[in-house]
């Protein structure tokens, strides 16, 4: 807890870097104050974001917004923070960027109802919503082996399975990657249905303090699902990194604010079709505008329609276009065909 009294801190700065930082006053009661010193004790520079161990779910980092979750000889990881790709390319032909940027009364296509559309599938592409009856996956052959031990023992006499550290991380990294097939943003009741499906199917780990059994794997899950989207938005994914600060306008620059994807939308902002670029699939925009005046050429402009369906998606979200300039450069998407696909 922040206060007077002297503390000291593990800090990892890196893959084989650990040190130790000691803090006369204790720990700071702000986290800015925090940066502040690690920077200047360690001699770091750029933008850094601060992870601690919680022992409260078997040692997993998670992101640090409040030094009031810190403790003496607690651990902390420093993480530099990478700038986010440009979500346009700066040598994009200007016909490429002919879109409206201005606020006006025409209509926008910043639909909130995404529907799932077929096309090349990418890393991040969903085809499925959320089940009636999530599936527990498979977790790795030694929790399996606990598991199966401890309902054994909770059939016959009601025991609870003590979990440890190891058990714990690998039970909720892979039910985290579930759930996130079906959702990166997870509401409340997905997360209940999670945790309540976690302890039907072994109902070894029932809490016994808790009201219906599942109260604290709900919470664990949110706080591993937070843990995760961090982790992959570092690596790029593009559905997350749509929603960091960087990425939104200066008005709209809340962590709260304009939150994408929202409402039961599948693949709201998906990744380009392994092996496509935004040239690759500019070019193949440019084309579907000379296919479009071929006669019976509908089973040509559907495959390029579908292989361009994440270029679309990117352009929407990030862009936000009135119809007619999105009419301009998607003629094909208003034809009758393409329209009924859209709405499949």
Not at 11 to 29: A, D, R, V
Not at 233 to 242: D, F, H
């Amino acid at each position: 807890m922040a206060g007077s009294t002297p503390a000291r801190l593990k800090m990892i700065l890196g893959e084989n870097n650990i040190e130790k930082l000691t803090l006369p006053n204790g720990i700071p009661e702000s986290l800015d104050d925090l940066l502040s010193t690690i920077k200047t004790t360690f001699g770091l520079k750029g933008n850094l974001r601060l992870q601690y161990m919680d022992r409260d779910f078997g040692n997993d980092f998670f992101n640090l917004s409040s030094t009031t979750e810190l403790q003496d000889l607690g651990t902390i990881k420093v993480i530099h923070q990478q700038r986010n790709p440009p979500l346009i390319s700066d040598t994009q032909s200007t016909s490429s960027l002919s879109l409206s940027f201005e606020s006006d009364d025409s209509a926008s296509l910043a639909s909130n109802d995404t529907i799932i559309l077929s096309s090349p599938e990418s890393v991040s592409s969903r085809t499925q919503q959320w089940p009636a009856d999530f599936a527990i996956p498979q977790f790795s052959y030694d929790t399996e082996l606990q598991l199966e031990k401890g309902n054994t023992e909770y059939r016959v006499s009601q025991k609870m399975l003590t979990v440890s550290s190891r058990m714990l991380s690998d039970i909720l990294k892979r039910v985290a990657e579930e759930i996130y097939r079906y959702k990166a943003y997870p509401e409340e009741a997905h997360f209940c249905a999670a945790a309540e499906a976690l302890i039907k199917k072994h109902p070894c780990l029932k809490e016994p303090g808790s009201f219906n059994g599942s109260y604290g794997w709900k919470q664990r899950l949110k706080y591993k699902m937070g843990n995760y989207r961090t982790q992959l938005k570092l690596q790029g994914c593009p559905e997350l990194c749509v929603n960091s600060l960087k990425s939104k306008a200066t008005a709209d620059a809340l962590p709260a604010k304009k939150v994408k994807p929202k409402r039961s939308e599948a693949n709201f902002y998906p990744s380009f079709p392994i092996g496509e670029t935004l040239d690759s699939l500019e070019k193949v925009r440019l084309e579907l505008l000379t296919e479009i005046g071929i006669r019976n050429n509908e089973r040509v402009i559907a495959d390029k329609m579908a292989n361009t369906f994440a270029y679309r998606r990117h352009e929407v979200v990030n862009q936000e276009p009135s119809i007619q300039d999105f009419k301009d450069r998607w003629p094909a998407l208003f034809t009758q065909k393409e329209a009924s696909m859209e709405l499949k």
